[in-house]
């Protein structure tokens, strides 16, 4: 069975439906969800946590009316001003994933001054991913590779270069990605780095996912059996897990291929 993860990453859904539902303004939604992500802060460190990354705003999200996208920008911002010094004195190390160059310069600005802020801190790892998609990461990443290496050809990139340029390069995997808010999508997020990651889905929208919640996450991830391409078998018995070379492969005559 599966141990508790180090890194949960959420996709903090259902906000604007969750304000729906109380005949309240979208706005309003995503305000009660900013303020959630304070107290989802605080559960993670009390739990033991060590890395939590929180699809904020996707690429995809400057789809949306204007009038929401402005407050969302302006609850990110309000949040960076008044948020940061708390982390800083938890311990809670702050950094922001995704193409910053779309957000208006003062935003820029308190987001490089909050990373820099909480850098030396190591009690939980906080990453916020805004104007990011996981087909951006990868496409930077690439682009990233061949400017390091201009005489190599694409062909020597393996995996490794690879996820050594992605933005996430310096976090280990997410073990659990939650996404509340009832759909079952991961929505470009972290494609690359969810390869192998638990997918957990709850009907909570985010306003509403409280610390029990999230306990309860942690309890269906307990039950999983990460394989990484082994058998249960191997699994329970690591010692049965081992290579063997292609030449030692034998098929049984009764299984006919093709």
Do not use: C
Not at 10 to 31: C, E, F, S, Y
Not at 43 to 59: D, E, N
Not at 107 to 113: A, C, E
């Amino acid at each position: 069975m599966a141990t508790q993860p180090k890194h949960i990453a959420i996709i903090m859904d259902g906000n604007g439906r969750w304000a729906k539902q109380r005949l309240m303004p979208r706005t309003v939604g995503h305000a009660r969800g900013a303020a959630n992500v304070r107290q989802t802060i605080k559960a993670a460190h009390a739990l033991g946590l060590r890395y939590l990354t929180l699809f904020a705003f996707s690429s995809e999200n400057w789809r949306r009316p204007v009038e929401e996208v402005s407050a969302l920008m302006g609850l990110f911002l309000q949040y960076l001003e008044s948020e940061v010094a708390e982390m800083k004195a938890a311990g809670v190390r702050l950094r922001v994933i995704g193409d910053r160059s779309a957000f208006a310069p003062l935003l820029q600005s308190r987001i490089d001054q909050a990373e820099q802020d909480t850098a030396h801190n190591d009690n939980l790892h906080l990453t916020i991913a805004a104007n990011y998609g996981g087909q951006w990461d990868v496409l930077s990443a690439v682009r990233a590779w061949q400017a390091a290496h201009p005489t190599r050809s694409l062909q020597e990139l393996d995996a490794q270069g690879l996820a050594a340029h992605l933005s996430t390069a310096d976090l280990p995997d997410p073990e659990l990605l939650i996404r509340t808010g009832g759909e079952s999508r991961i929505s470009n997020f972290l494609l690359w780095q969810s390869a192998y990651t638990e997918l957990y889905f709850t009907d909570l929208h985010w306003p509403d996912f409280d610390e029990t919640a999230l306990k309860k996450a942690l309890s269906w991830y307990a039950q999983r059996v990460r394989r990484f391409g082994r058998t249960d078998e191997q699994v329970l018995s690591p010692s049965t897990a081992g290579h063997f070379p292609a030449q030692d492969l034998v098929i049984p005559k009764d299984i006919k291929i093709g």
